[in-house]
C-alpha cells in the first residue's frame, strides 16, 4: 500500500514514471504499483541506495551464483510488469546474457555495452566531482577543474582590489575582516555535492580559516551603541 501511495504521489507531482532498486525482493511492491496503471523502472545490480549494505561499489556477476541471481532478478521484475530495468556495474558479459534472456529493454551504466540503453550521472560525465569517479566513467569536460579556476580568479582579483566603501556604522568594517579578507567580496566560494547523501552543501573557504555560514551571517554589522 505505501509503495503504491507513494508512486501515486510522484505521478501527482509531475512524474511519468516512478523507479525503485531491486530484484526478487521488490516483486511485492512492483505488482502493486503497475497494477495502479503507474509506468514502473527497475535497477538491479549494484544498487546505490543500499551500497553500504553491499560493501562498497563492486562490480556484480563476477561468480556463477551472481549472475543466475541477477538473471533471476531481471526476469522477475519483468515478470511484475516493469517496462525496462537499469543493470547497474554487472559484468558486460552477464549484462548481455540478461538483455537476450527478457523482452524489456536494458539500460546500462557501467555493465558494457550489450544492453539496449545507456546512461549516466550528469556529475560524472561533465567531470563535477574529481573527489570519487567510477572506474567506467571517461568524463567528457572537467566543470570541476573550471570552478577552482574561476574561483581562483575572483579570489585574485579581489584581494588585489581597491574597494572604496565607507560602512554607514563605525567600526563595521574592522569587525568583519576578523572574519574575511572583505565581507563585500568574499575570496572563495567553494560548492559540492555528497554523492551519498545527495544535499547540496556550502562551504566559504576564507583566508583566516574556514567558517560556517552561520557564523558569518550571525556577524552583527551595526548592533546598537555603535
Known sequence: EQAEATARKFVAAGAQAVKLEGGVNRVAQIEAITNAGIPFMSHIGMLPQT???????????????????????????????????????VVSEVAKQITSAIEIPTIGIGSGEHCDGQILVTHDLIGLFPWFTPKFVSAEARVAEEIRRAARAFVERTRGAKIAYQPRCPGVYARARNYVTALALLPCVCLTQSWLVGRWRLFLLYRRGTYSLRRVIGVHLCPSGD
Open 51 to 89: 551500497v553500504r549494505e553491499q560493501g562498497g561499489y563492486k562490480i556484480k556477476g563476477r561468480t556463477q551464483s551472481e549472475a543466475e541471481a541477477l538473471l533471476v532478478d531481471a526476469r522477475a521484475v519483468e515478470q511484475a510488469g516493469a517496462f525496462s530495468v537499469v543493470l547497474e556495474i
